[in-house]
């Protein structure tokens, strides 16, 4: 069955940085989009990026030019290197099958905080 494992989060000062990586399996990875979602406390899931099977990637106005998605397709695996953060990037991030975020992993908690 599809499975797709979140690591990476935690907390982060302003402007810091952290990567996170989605371990995927159970599925033909190489020929999937895929995608980062998040969620924060009291707010509905938001789109973040979006990776093409052929690794063309779209990001959300709010995380562009910060975040960089990208993917290892010989290790099946996602990324999101995630940059200048802001306190407003505090929110639970998921990788997805879809855009929605309904097919994701359990997500990792990214929390920005002096």
């Known amino acids: 069955q599809v499975q797709l494992v979140e690591s990476g989060g935690g907390l982060a000062q302003p402007g810091g940085s952290l990567r996170l990586s989605c371990a995927a399996s159970g599925f033909a990875f190489s020929r999937f989009n895929m995608y980062w979602v998040r969620q924060a406390p009291g707010k509905y899931r938001e789109w973040v990026s979006t990776i093409t099977a052929g690794s063309y990637a779209t990001y959300a106005d709010s995380v562009k030019g910060r975040f960089t998605i990208s993917r290892d397709n010989a290790k099946n695996t996602l990324y999101l290197q995630m940059d200048s953060l802001k306190p407003e990037d505090t929110a639970h991030y998921y990788c997805?099958?879809?855009?929605?975020?309904?097919?994701r992993g359990q997500g990792t908690q990214v929390t920005v905080s002096s």
């Open positions: 997805a099958k879809d855009r929605l975020g309904v097919e």
